[in-house]
């Protein structure tokens, strides 16, 4: 791409996050964009946007380790260790079938359950371009105006 496509691209609907350099030292960044809570992550040599909060029960994904599975990289909620690729948002799961012996577990996916976003680079400027596919994915949920005032509130008792 050339860098007239590169800012047309990041010019449409597209929110300055940071500089590349401050984002790869920080290695995570949790931005409010539009009307939701976006984890930015740098992770060997690229660049991933997710909701921040986990799917299955709004778990802070900021805080979870990134680890491979099945060559897959995943984010993993700190709450209840569930797995989240990074590229799709695929919550995946360990499985075994019980007629086949001895038993091997194999991973599997649960489908599509957290909203990721696409990321981009210009001109050492990182954008981030909001995923606005219809229908909803588990983590919308914790995207609500909702669960956000809900969970402000939970956040202002526990720093006073």
């Not at 790869?24 to 991933?48: N, P, T």
């Not at 995943?74 to 797995?83: I, N, T």
């Not at 596919?133 to 956000?148: A, L, M, N, V």
Request: hydrophobic share 30%; charged share 30%; proline share 4%.
């Amino acid at each position: 791409m050339s860098s007239d496509e590169d800012v047309a691209a990041v010019s449409r609907h597209s929110y300055f996050i940071g500089k590349k350099e401050n984002i790869i030292q920080a290695r995570r960044v949790v931005k409010s964009v539009g009307e939701r809570d976006v984890l930015v992550i740098y992770h060997k040599g690229d660049f991933y946007a997710i909701d921040v909060r986990c799917y299955h029960s709004g778990g802070p994904l900021q805080e979870g380790d990134i680890e491979d599975f099945d060559g897959r990289t995943c984010l993993v909620c700190p709450w209840h260790k569930y797995k989240i690729t990074l590229a799709e948002g695929e919550g995946l799961y360990q499985a075994v079938d019980p007629s086949v012996k001895p038993l091997k577990p194999t991973w599997c996916s649960k489908g599509i359950k957290q909203r990721v976003h696409t990321v981009t680079v210009s001109n050492e400027d990182v954008f981030l371009t909001l995923n606005n596919s219809p229908g909803p994915i588990d983590s919308d949920y914790y995207q609500t105006e909702k669960y956000r005032n809900t969970f402000l509130k939970e956040g202002q008792k526990k720093t006073k």
